[in-house]
């Protein structure tokens, strides 16, 4: 199965009798980019907790999203999920990889962002130790800065930290705009079921060409 066949018929019904997904929320006037986690130890096939192949394929359509947020002169954010190598900040993470301290470990070449996506002078990497990209950061103080209305995301991995940040973003009535071929994540049914649930309830689920066409039409809005 691939994309809206992955959620079944009862599903479907049942979120359409309770108006779950029957509204959109739009793309605002001042967008800004976030690209979560892309980093070494989640597109290698080796790393530990990897999301190979997926990443590494849809490595270039988030690439052609950043080229196309460079070229609108919007504001561009990654994030870098870290652990600290004594494991001090690791918390309550479940998978293995984190707990024992092989993958994102700060230092590490595995927790670098990809060279394919590497953030230009002036774009902000927001470090964070949690899935969230505001939980703890500065994210929401550099958004409110540049008077951010909407949230283009993408990265990794939908179902972890991209989901976090939707959850958060929505929280902080940020218009959030999930790129389809632009999240990724260990399975196909990870991605799939999690857009739908969230294009559902908190985020629009949105097409890369789309983006590229509102980005492409719109007219900057200048700060006050």
Not at 9 to 29: D, K, L, P, V
Request: hydrophobic share 45%.
């Amino acid at each position: 199965m691939e994309g809206s066949e992955m959620i079944d018929r009862a599903t479907r019904e049942r979120y359409a009798a309770q108006g779950w997904g029957t509204t959109r929320i739009g793309f605002g006037e001042r967008p800004a980019l976030l690209v979560i986690d892309m980093q070494v130890d989640f597109v290698d096939p080796a790393g530990p907790a990897t999301c190979a192949p997926i990443a590494g394929d849809r490595l270039p359509a988030v690439r052609r999203l950043v080229d196309a947020a460079r070229a609108a002169a919007i504001p561009v954010f990654f994030s870098r999920g870290l652990v600290a190598p004594d494991l001090s900040d690791v918390g309550l993470w479940k998978g293995h990889a984190h707990r024992t301290g092989r993958s994102q470990v700060e230092g590490t070449p595995g927790a670098e962002i990809v060279p394919e996506l590497a953030p230009l002078p002036g774009e902000h990497v927001v470090l964070k130790r949690r899935p969230s990209a505001f939980f703890g950061t500065d994210l929401d103080t550099f958004l409110r800065g540049r008077r951010v209305d909407t949230l283009l995301l993408a990265g990794a991995s939908m179902s972890g930290c991209v989901r976090a940040t939707v959850l958060d973003a929505f929280s902080l009535d940020y218009r959030v705009m999930v790129v389809r071929e632009c999240v990724v994540d260990r399975t196909e049914e990870l991605i799939e079921r999690n857009l739908f649930d969230v294009d559902a309830k908190y985020a629009d689920a949105v097409g890369l060409a789309d983006v590229e066409a509102y980005l492409a039409a719109r007219t900057p809005v200048p700060l006050p």
